[in-house]
Each structure stands twice: as C-alpha cells, then as structure tokens.
C-alpha cells in the first residue's frame, strides 16, 4: 500500500558555527542578567529568564538577524509566499540554567512559531522535548521497531548543542528536562524567542516589518 503523511508537524534545525560570536552573544546575555539578577518568573524552574525585550538590545541585533535569515529561508522552501505575508519577531528572552533547573511543558500563544538557539550547552544541559499534540494518537500504541517508536512515542528528545537553532509550530507542546551538569561553573544559555506572521501592511505592521529587514540586511 502507499502511504501518505496527514497534517506533518515540522521541525526546523540550523547550526551557526562562529565559535568568537556565540561567545559575544553568551557575554552579553550575561550582562544582561548581572543588571537585572531576578529576572522573570514564567515556565522556569530554578532558572534565569530574562525580560522578553531583548529584540531591542544593539548587542544582540546581529544574532536575530542571522535567525531572521534561518527562519525566511525554512519558510520559504516550505512554500510561504512572502511577497504577500513576512513573519516578524514577537518578541524574544534569554534563559540561564544550572544544574537542577527545568522548564514545564507548554506552548507560545498568540504566535504562529517558536524558537531555541542554543548559545552554549555543556554536557548535561536539559533536553528538550516535544510532545505528540495528537490526543488521538495516544490510543494507537502497537510494539513498534526502535526507528519508528523513535518518531511514534509520543514524546520527541533532543539533546542540546552549542549552535543549534530549533524552529517549531508554536502550538507544538515542548519542555525542559532538568539540567545535570557535572562541571562547575555548569551553566546552559539558551535564547528563544516566538514571533507572529504579518499579514497585509498595517501601520503597525509596517513598523515592525521594517525592524526585520533592518535585522535581515544586517545579518548578510
Ligand atoms: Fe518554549
């Protein structure tokens, strides 16, 4: 029989590979939190979150603007017609975590996607897993081959690397899983960020659409 996939759920990867320029960003990340120590409060257990404005900090311009490109690009040969609708940043955090720190499962509403760029992940650093959003699915559980339970659990791991950029429905449900380093200063910096799609050009929209292409043409 031929079979088909109904309704996929994609996952998008990249790697930036500039070792100096993630080191940059991780510093100024730091910055950031050695201003502002307590942070927020939302899904982190135990770790730093830091205020979702960082889409408006000069030192971190270049890193959304490489992430602007990732992001035009899977959109793109995903089939979006950007000519007549551009995704745009929503808004964008960084997170500092430690060993034992963990983040609950949830999801980003009010955004299409969402995204994890991993400035630095030791060993140990938390995976992140998503969860099967097919409630439905959940009844079906036949034994199954290691290959096709891998993608059939219900439940997707990906262990953390240093460089890797993650981009996801925001709807798709994701979680930390706590932190296990072994080497102090054992330290995880993650920054994510969701965005929404922009439609036809409003003022605000407008706004906003121009802070991308500033971000895009700043990148390469
Ligand atoms: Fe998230």
């Given at each position: 029989?031929?079979?088909?996939?109904?309704?996929?759920?994609?996952?998008?990867?990249?790697?930036?590979?500039?070792?100096?320029?993630?080191?940059?960003w991780e510093d100024r990340v730091?910055?950031?939190?050695?201003?502002?120590?307590?942070?927020?409060?939302?899904?982190?257990?135990?770790?730093?979150?830091?205020?979702?404005?960082?889409?408006?900090?000069?030192?971190?311009?270049?890193?959304?603007?490489?992430?602007?490109?990732?992001?035009?690009?899977?959109?793109?040969?995903?089939?979006?017609d950007l000519e007549q609708a551009r995704p745009r940043f929503n808004n964008a955090w960084a997170v500092v975590s430690r060993s034992g720190d963990s983040h609950g499962a949830h999801i980003h509403p009010n955004s299409l996607f969402s995204g994890v760029?991993?400035?630095?992940?030791?060993?140990?650093s938390g995976a992140i897993a998503f969860l099967?959003?097919?409630?439905?699915?959940?009844?079906?559980?036949p034994p199954l081959h290691r290959?096709?339970?891998?993608?059939?659990?219900?439940?997707?791991?990906?262990?953390?690397?240093?460089?890797?950029?993650?981009?996801?429905p925001a709807w798709l449900w994701h979680e930390v899983e706590l932190s296990s380093c072994?080497?102090?200063?054992?330290?995880r910096k993650v920054v994510a960020r969701?965005?929404?799609h922009a439609g036809a050009c409003g003022e605000e929209q407008c706004v906003v659409t121009a802070r991308l292409s500033k971000l895009t043409s700043g990148s390469g």
């Open positions: 029989m031929k079979q088909q996939s109904l309704f996929p759920t994609p996952l998008w990867t990249a790697r930036f590979n500039d070792a100096d320029q993630l080191t940059r730091m910055v950031l939190k050695a201003a502002d120590p307590i942070g927020v409060q939302l899904t982190n257990q135990g770790a730093w979150h830091s205020q979702t404005t960082l889409l408006q900090d000069p030192g971190l311009h270049e890193l959304f603007g490489w992430i602007a490109a990732q992001v035009h690009g899977a959109l793109s040969a995903w089939g979006w760029f991993y400035l630095s992940a030791p060993s140990g099967d959003p097919r409630a439905g699915a959940l009844m079906l559980q290959e096709a339970a891998a993608r059939e659990i219900g439940r997707l791991r990906l262990v953390p690397e240093t460089g890797l950029l993650l981009l996801f072994q080497d102090p200063p054992a330290v969701a965005f929404d």
